[in-house]
């Protein structure tokens, strides 16, 4: 009997010195590059603990905590911007070092660049002083004109007259 209560007790010792599992978070990937017309990216969490997630302004995450392994879906705009746009996401969890994840999202296609004048040509009176010419564009412009006249305004953006 004095054997059996011996064992017990050894038993029960190691079961108490047992130590818990460290901690883990793990991201699927660092980076990732989306379309300019993409709203959405799924990434993968890998962990054995508690996390916390935050990002910078302008994504949304479902979820933004959890417990163990868990699909995260940022939720972001389309850029129609003609500049590429970075978002970046930090994993917290007690015990080991932060994950970022960043998320580069490239710039919308810039048009091609268009102008066009309603008139090519035109005549005008010989007591005439002015003239207005409307002209259409998705670009900057400059106009210059011969000796003798002026041009008001001389540049813009975008349609003008």
């Known amino acids: 009997m004095a054997a059996f209560a011996a064992a017990f007790v050894f038993a029960g010792c ?3 010195e047992e130590e ?3 901690p883990e978070l793990k991201l699927a990937e660092a ?3 989306v379309a ?3 709203t959405t990216y799924d990434l993968t969490v890998e962990a054995n603990c ?3 997630a935050t990002a910078t302004e302008g994504v949304a995450l479902d979820p933004s905590a959890g417990k163990g392994n868990a699909e995260v879906t940022l939720t972001f705009a389309a ?3 003609y500049e590429p746009v970075t978002y970046t996401v930090t994993f917290k969890a007690e015990g080991v070092e932060d994950q970022v994840f960043t998320l580069n999202q490239v710039a919308a296609d810039k048009p091609a660049p268009v102008l066009t004048l309603a008139k090519a040509s035109d ?3 010989v007591d005439a002083t002015s003239y207005e010419l409307t002209l259409t564009a998705n ?3 400059t106009a210059t004109a011969s000796e003798g006249a002026t041009v008001a305004p001389d540049s813009g953006e975008g349609d003008g007259k």
């Open 36 to 38: 300019a017309d993409a």
């Open 123 to 125: 005549e005008v009176a």
């Open 50 to 52: 508690d996390w916390t």
């Open 79 to 81: 850029n129609k911007a």
């Open 31 to 33: 980076t990732a590059e």
């Open 14 to 16: 190691n079961k108490s």
């Open 139 to 141: 670009c900057p412009w």
């Open 20 to 22: 818990a599992p460290k």
